[in-house]
């Protein structure tokens, strides 16, 4: 262990560093500037940035790029499906040194053991995981989850120093109705951060929402509405994950003058783009695309985290931080060839090192957790005789909202079916936690679908099982295949299952390296497309979103369809 006097002794030249990089650029997010400097490492921390130094070894750079090591502000780890010591691995070869996840997928379905689970399984590694407490297990009382986190499980979990804060408060008109448990949750955290989410709120409510102590909001998707939660304090995470996509529609807004109150932040990836585009190294590819200052971009993946969530030892190459360093190839293609962590070379020419060596992967029986029975057809049946009014969820391109519509349906032999030319289809929500045997029903536009069925465990946030289809049988096929396997994602088609991904750890995550799943998804969103004429990429993304009953306009759970506006249950038809 390096004390602060052998640090001192290699910041004045006494003594060789550790590790000196040499012939580099180093991005320094104080003066907004690149400069040419050696980087001096002692132990875990960088001693000194400057000329002539010397170590005990030494990285030549031949006039690459030194920046802090990056640091995702907020991101699911569960929706890589990838188990955490995989997806630490993964994300660092990105550049990324830390993150600080919301572990409130698993906590929905397995409550304190399954973030437990999340918290063992990425101790000591070459990779900091922060978390922050989940605030709303469950999300809404419009849902059932698997598990209840009140204020006894969150002053439990506010005790463990690697819990930051509270984690994204969704339950924005609880708050702002003051609803006496969530003022409980909030006020655990109150000397600590809390992350917000409040698509749309504004006015009134929104400063309500500031005052009650959310400090972030990652929902913003309109310029109007970044500049109401700038000027209310917050800052404002603009999100480039897989469904949702902010940044392009946010970046003029990032300048000198605001950037400190920005940060760049993936929320949700899945597995396909993290091996085909990366992690935060691709957003910041994407933002000096759009002409934000590279330098700036930088800020927003590293000290700008690292200042908010009150993590002062990160986040800048300069003496006295940690030695958490990226080496990229340029500024605008940021192609990763080294990483550093704690002073140790862990990625090299893009490979890791041996300290990336994760040892056993962990998928405990425990967390196998599939509650409910198979389903019939008839479980889909929604009556219906003559012409009606309904209400059917829109998906929207590029954006987990939905929109709410009001189409005319017309039932068949006092049944209501699909209408694939119409691509109105079916969908349902199916408990798997207490097996209650409820099944929520609603229409849903914007798949495209002309026959068959997909199904999912992964339905945010309580995690019940999703099934979107053309057909009451292929409906039932694919559920219950999810249900054999212990949770996982399937395309059924003409009675039987075509296409399976088992993601048996909470019917979450996967023991299966990276390319495995990836291989299986690509498998499953091209059969959903060829097999049942989806139109859409990849429809299990925005299929997982259709039951989270606390993002506008239109949901189902299963409690039924989900008018979020009014956050009440709704009838289906009118």
Do not use: W
């Not at 053991?113 to 989940?134: K, N, S, W």
């Not at 057809?377 to 829109?394: H, L, Q, T, W, Y």
């Not at 049944?415 to 929520?440: F, Y």
């Amino acid at each position: 262990m390096k004390t602060l006097a052998d640090r001192i002794a290699v910041a004045t030249k006494k003594v060789p560093a550790d590790l000196v990089l040499k012939g580099g650029y180093v991005v320094n997010v104080f003066s907004h500037e690149v400069i040419e400097a050696d980087v001096a490492i002692c132990g875990e921390f960088i001693a000194a940035v400057g000329p002539g130094y010397v170590g005990e070894a030494t990285l030549e750079l031949s006039g690459k790029f030194v920046a802090p090591g990056l640091m995702d502000a907020h991101i699911h780890m569960e929706s890589s499906m990838l188990h955490p010591r995989l997806l630490a691995s993964t994300l660092l070869k990105c550049g990324t040194t830390s993150i600080i996840a919301d572990p409130h997928e698993i906590a929905n379905v397995a409550g304190l053991r399954g973030i437990d689970f999340m918290m063992a399984e990425t101790r000591d590694l070459p990779f900091d995981v922060f978390f922050m407490a989940p605030s709303c297990v469950p999300a809404s009382d419009l849902e059932t989850s698997g598990a209840v986190l009140g204020r006894e499980q969150l002053k439990e979990l506010a005790q463990n120093p690697r819990i930051l804060g509270l984690a994204e408060v969704m339950n924005y008109p609880g708050v702002v109705a003051g609803l006496p448990g969530l003022m409980e949750k909030i006020e655990v955290f109150r000397d600590k951060i809390i992350d917000g989410h409040c698509p749309g709120l504004s006015a009134e409510g929104l400063q309500a929402y500031v005052a009650a102590g959310m400090r972030s909001d990652h929902e913003c998707t309109t310029r109007p509405e970044v500049l109401e939660k700038l000027r209310a304090g917050m800052m404002v995470m603009i999100r480039e994950g897989t469904l949702a996509k902010n940044l392009e529609d946010l970046a003029p807004l990032i300048n000198r003058e605001t950037a400190q109150r920005f940060c760049l932040i993936s929320d949700d990836l899945h597995p396909q783009d993290i091996l085909q585009k990366g992690h935060l190294n691709y957003i910041l590819r994407k933002a000096v695309s759009l002409g934000i200052d590279p330098v700036l971009a930088i800020e927003l993946v590293t000290i700008n985290p690292a200042n908010f969530f009150r993590l002062y030892d990160r986040g800048a190459v300069a003496p006295g931080y940690r030695a958490d360093l990226v080496v990229f190839n340029d500024l605008d293609g940021f192609e990763v060839t080294e990483v550093i962590k704690n002073g140790r070379l862990v990625v090299r020419e893009g490979e890791g090192s041996d300290e990336l060596r994760l040892g056993t992967l962990s998928c405990p029986e425990s967390l196998r957790i599939m509650s409910c029975g198979p389903v019939s057809p008839d479980g889909f049946s929604i009556p219906c005789k003559g012409k009606n009014k309904a209400r059917v969820i829109e998906l929207i391109d590029g954006q987990i909202v939905t929109r709410a519509t009001i189409e005319e349906i017309e039932g068949r032999e006092g049944q209501l079916e699909p209408d694939t030319k119409r691509d109105v289809l079916k969908i349902a929500v199916i408990e798997r936690h207490r097996g209650s045997g409820k099944i929520g029903l609603g229409l849903v536009h914007g798949f495209g679908l002309k026959r068959g069925a997909i199904a999912s465990s992964v339905a945010h946030d309580s995690h019940n099982i999703v099934t979107v289809g053309a057909k009451d049988a292929d409906m039932a096929v694919a559920v219950n295949e999810v249900i054999k396997m212990g949770g996982g994602l399937v395309v059924a088609d003409g009675g039987s299952a075509v296409e399976r991904l088992a993601l048996p750890i909470a019917g979450l995550m996967t023991a299966e390296p990276l390319e495995n799943v990836v291989r299986a998804l690509d498998s499953l969103c091209k059969g959903a497309r060829e097999t049942l004429g989806c139109g859409l990429e990849d429809p299990f993304m925005p299929l997982s979103f259709l039951a989270l009953p606390v993002i506008p306009e239109l949901r189902v759970t299963d409690m039924g369809v989900v008018d979020v506006n009014q956050f009440k249950t709704v009838p289906l038809l009118m």
